[in-house]
Nanobody, 115 residues
Framework: QVQLVESGGGLVQPGGSLRLSCAASGFTFRNADMNWFRQAPGKERELAAS???????NYADSVKGRFTISRDNAKNTVYLQMNSLEPEDTAVYYCSTRVAFRRYWGQGTQVTVSS
C-alpha cells in the first residue's frame, strides 16, 4: 500500500532553515509527481511546492525563492529545503501524491517559526 512518511519538522527562529523529508513506498516513485502541501492554524490546506517525475518544479508565490523541492529516486524520497523562514510559514506540512487517480497523504510534520 502507498505510504508517505514525513520527517524534519520542528521549531526554528525567523530567518532560519529546515529540511523536510518524505520517504515513499508502495508505488513506482520515479514515475510519480510529488507535492508538499501545508496547513496553517485556521486556514485551508494549500499547495506549497510540486515536482514532476521529470524534475520540473513549481512553487506557491509565498514560498518562491525561499523553498526548494527536490527528489532522490534512488532513495524514494522527496525533500523540501526551507530557507529564510517566516512566522507565516508555521503550519503542518504534508507530503502528497496521486496514484491511480487517488490522492494519498502523509501524516504531516509540524513546522513552527517563532522567536
Amino acid at each position: 500500500q502507498v505510504q508517505l512518511v514525513e520527517s524534519g519538522g520542528g521549531l526554528v527562529q525567523p530567518g532560519g532553515s529546515l529540511r523536510l523529508s518524505c520517504a515513499a513506498s508502495g508505488f513506482t516513485f520515479r514515475n510519480a509527481d510529488m507535492n508538499w502541501f501545508r496547513q496553517a492554524p485556521g486556514k485551508e490546506r494549500e499547495l506549497a511546492a510540486s515536482i514532476t517525475d521529470g524534475g520540473n518544479t513549481n512553487y506557491a508565490d509565498s514560498v518562491k525563492g525561499r523553498f526548494t523541492i527536490s527528489r532522490d529516486n534512488a532513495k524514494n524520497t522527496v525533500y523540501l529545503q526551507m530557507n529564510s523562514l517566516e512566522p507565516e510559514d508555521t503550519a503542518v506540512y504534508y507530503c502528497s501524491t496521486r496514484v491511480a487517480f487517488r490522492r494519498y497523504w502523509g501524516q504531516g510534520t509540524q513546522v513552527t517559526v517563532s522567536s
